[in-house]
């Protein structure tokens, strides 16, 4: 199932960036979506700058479908491979997101682009679930819930960065 959703930020590319990479960031990000334990980490090496997102979900509210195949929690992990790169105006990373302990992933990437008036924060991937029999169903039982967390992620922004002016 492919998956694309576009947010547009009200400020520079340089600053979406450093939010996207705050810990503090991702700690609100986490305890907004209901998150009941959360982790973040940003590995910067010289080819890379890599965000693992790690949080532990409560399934009260996932569909019944998929609650069953989890059971009451489920370890949501997202990572972000940032490319390094010199200009001002796009910066892409490679995306993965995973339920650990099943065979659901999503794989695509995250685009930032330089607008006149922001930045524009794409968010395009496969979801996947690797099932026989269920895959159409888990897959459209997720789908909000990434649907719902790029909705979470565009207010959010927006609040961050009134809150964290340059």
């Known amino acids: 199932m492919r998956i694309t959703h576009r947010i547009e ?8 960036y450093a939010m996207l990479n705050d810990p ?5 990000r986490a305890e907004r979506s209901g998150s009941l334990e959360h982790h ?4 910067e090496t010289p080819e890379a ?15 019944d479908a998929f609650r069953g195949f989890v059971g009451k929690t489920v370890d949501l ?20 997101f995973e339920v650990e302990g099943t065979p659901v992933t999503m794989v695509g990437g995250v685009h930032l682009t330089q607008m006149e008036a922001g ?5 395009d991937g496969e979801l996947k679930a690797h099932l026989p029999l269920l895959s159409s169903r888990i897959e459209k039982a997720i789908q909000p819930l990434i649907e719902n967390g790029v909705e979470l992620e ?13």
């Open 154 to 166: 565009d207010a959010l922004g927006r609040e961050w960065l009134a809150e964290h002016p340059e």
């Open 77 to 96: 992990v997202e990572t972000i491979r940032w490319g390094l790169n010199e200009r001002d105006d796009f910066r892409e990373g490679a995306y993965t």
């Open 24 to 28: 503090e960031y991702q700690r609100q």
């Open 49 to 63: 700058h890599i965000g693992i997102s790690r949080r532990r979900m409560s399934t009260q509210n996932f569909p």
């Open 9 to 16: 930020h009200p400020g520079s590319l340089a600053r979406v």
């Open 40 to 43: 973040f980490v940003l590995d």
């Open 119 to 123: 930045t524009a924060h794409v968010l």
